[in-house]
């Protein structure tokens, strides 16, 4: 039938124009600003308020916290570190700060402490709720005195991906957002080595690629663009996932 | 007096366009982002396939956009298409309660809901007789139309925001609403096939009725002819 001919040579069109425009720059620049527009929607909704990720009891915990992405480091020298019960293991902030912190793991536990059971949202569909316990990002940021110039907050971790190191960042909102903390526990026990141990950010307003593990540093950038790929974390260099991942 | 009614405004032409191209691009990509995770649950969380009420097919690249699996590639058309779908549904709700065409022509009167009209409805449908009744629609198309401009759309939206974790943060009783994000998933994967559902019955009966002339007039506008 020729109408059906006709439909078919449409629809064959139709997806590999979608497939051939999803290619180019300014689709690219498109997407990015209705990112942007997500973002800033996400944030109006609040109507002033500070959003807030829902927060669970005990009893919604997932029977198994699912590990994704890297599930070790393969290195010695973090093999070493989980050996010892990462005893030896730091945290340096840098960057455009006042005062760079080097910090132990005893000095992240005497930080006051936030605990929260959240839902964790990884960007495939699947959701798994953890208790996370930890200092609060801003708590790390108001000790080392982030100048005005800092942007954005990138986080380096120990592991590699696919051969390259992986890394993420978020807005200044977001890492001073109450709910952002630097998790050493789930469930009340120290974090798991499939779950990033001895140290991974909760991000809860974004989904799961956000949520670095592994963590070694914290650095405050005015700029991503010179960071690895340019576009501020390891997925969206990698493979073109949406920096902004509140959607 | 002087121009004859249009049979469609034009904010309604507008909006049935861009609207068919958004649910068209939400709905290919879509699948290809049904690809990543390919189980539905119920409730909050849920990710072993113990936990799924349901195992979906790979939905293959012909019908996904892009026409290869790639997840950052869906989501992009997603996330920019989900404002187009939101913002020119709110703008089409406004425009057709303004000009009363929500009011005359989409809401059903209570003795339109009666069995026996709905009966009557069903056989002339059934007969390919498309042209009765007093309105502009009959009472089967009233319930289409409003079921996907009161129902599915604002369900694919609704859901759409509790499965973003920041959309979720600023609306959280949203997700109470559907019964935890993983329930919304579950609503947003079910009502995307009742919207493939109404697009190729919509696009059946609009060719077995006359298709050069509705296409025409959902166009130009037509001249307004049928009802008083």
Redesign the interface.
Known sequence: MRRRNFLAAAGASLLAGCSRIGDTQWFGKLVEGADNWHRGLHRALGFGRITMAPEFTRADLSPDFRGNGSLTVDSDAYRAAEAAGFADWRLEVTGLVDAPLSLSMDDIRALPQRTQITRHDCVEGWSAIGEWTGPQLSHLLHAAGVQPEANYVVFRCADLYNGRPYYESCDMDDALHPQTIVAHQLNGEPLPVKNGAPLRMRIERQLGYKHAKYLTGIELVASLDHIAGGKGGYWEDAAGYQWYAGI | MSRPRKRHALSTRLWHWVNALAV??LF?SGLN??N??P?LYWG????ARAEAWLELPRFP??AT????Y????A???H??F??VLGFSLLAFMVAALINRHMQRDIFARAREWSPGNIWRDIVEHLRFNFDHGGGKYNILQKIAYSGVILVLLPLMILTGIV??????????FL?DLFGG??SA?SIHFLAAWGLCLFFFVHVALVLVSAPIRQLRDMITGGRDDAAA
């Open positions: 068209i691009l290919m982002i049904s990543a995770h189980r909050q969380a849920g990710f690249g012909w956009i892009p026409n290869y790639s997840l950052s590639g989501r992009d058309w996330v920019l989900s404002l499965m973003s974790p920041g959309g979720e943060a600023a609306l959280p997700t994000r993983q998933r």
